[in-house]
């Protein structure tokens, strides 16, 4: 299950909550049988290098605890990025020249990694594909006590899938479409290398992105680490393959859950998803 959290009530493309109703639906994903909520948290506040994610009472470190004290056995796992952070909504740190910060965005990102543990999270997702983020947030993570605390990269390939999300989140890059460390989805052997790394730099499994158009080289790769591997049906998917039917209220999930299906079929160990309750109380009858 995904979870979009936002300061106040808001109308954005995606489905959003305010950190007060976790509590619900974390119990209702608990009497639905989903074991894992994903949390993304927008920010009212912005700043150069994305420090701003760190102050102590950040909305994704209120969100965190929200949902870890209503449901302590349901596993919480963050975004750990920058795009909705800094004033350029770019996923990394930039330096003068307007180029990437490599150590800085390390940096950071292993800061916010301790930051979620801190606040209860259970498995932190480095999301920038800069490389060296999972490193950095696996050493942070054990110096400060948290060697318990997975790590679950993202590895993305550009998508026109995004789209719903960033502009939800605020996570819309200022220049440009294609996001500068993500994969050509034409270069399916650069994304097998960038996850095989990942796993070498310490990632404990993948998220998979966008879970759709992943399928090719999430069959590969099951056949290649051991690591688990989880596609995450993104903002696109859910907008283009679920529907609102106006007769009973209820979300049309049927083409998601057969997405699913074959995303089992092709090596999946689970599938992350803004739909999960929807497709719970589908198959619940
Ligand atoms: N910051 C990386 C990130 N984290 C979540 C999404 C997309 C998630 C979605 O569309 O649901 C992305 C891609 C992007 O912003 O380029
Ligand atoms: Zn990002």
């Not at 150069?48 to 596993?75: C, H, N, Q, Y």
């Not at 993500?182 to 070498?200: H, R, S, T, W, Y």
């Not at 993948?206 to 051991?226: I, N, S």
């Not at 049906?233 to 679920?242: I, K």
């Amino acid at each position: 299950m995904v979870l979009l959290v936002t300061e106040k009530q808001a109308d954005r493309p995606m489905p959003t909550l305010t950190v007060p109703e976790i509590p619900a639906a974390m119990r209702e994903a608990r009497l639905h049988g989903i074991r894992s909520v994903k949390i993304f948290a927008e920010s009212a506040r912005r700043d150069a290098t994305g420090e701003i994610s760190l102050v102590p009472d950040a909305l994704m470190a209120r969100a965190v605890r929200a949902a870890k004290d209503a449901e302590p056995d349901l596993a919480v796992m963050t975004e750990t990025c920058l795009c909705s952070y800094t004033d350029s909504g770019l996923c990394y740190v930039t330096d003068v020249r307007g180029r990437p910060d490599i150590p800085a965005t390390v940096d950071v990102t292993a800061r916010q990694a301790v930051a979620h543990a801190v606040a209860g999270a259970d498995i932190v997702g480095p999301a920038s594909m800069v490389l060296g983020t999972t490193q950095g947030a696996r050493t942070a993570l054990n110096d400060q006590g948290y060697g318990s605390v997975s790590v679950m990269p993202h590895v993305i390939f550009w998508s026109s899938l995004y789209e719903g999300f960033r502009r939800t989140m605020g996570a819309t890059p200022k220049a440009g479409v294609d996001r500068e460390f993500q994969i050509n989805p034409g270069k399916p052997e650069q994304f097998i290398d960038a996850a095989l790394q990942l796993v070498q730099d310490g990632a404990d499994m993948l998220l998979l992105e966008p879970a759709m158009f992943t399928a090719d080289v999430l069959t590969h790769l099951k056949q290649h680490t051991r690591a688990p591997l989880f596609p995450f049906s993104v903002s696109g998917e859910y907008t283009a393959l679920t529907s609102l039917d106006a007769k009973t209220g209820r979300r049309d999930v049927r083409r998601l859950i057969e997405l699913f299906t074959m995303l089992k079929r092709a090596g999946a160990d689970a599938s992350v998803t803004y739909a999960a309750l929807d497709i719970a109380r589908q198959l619940s009858g």
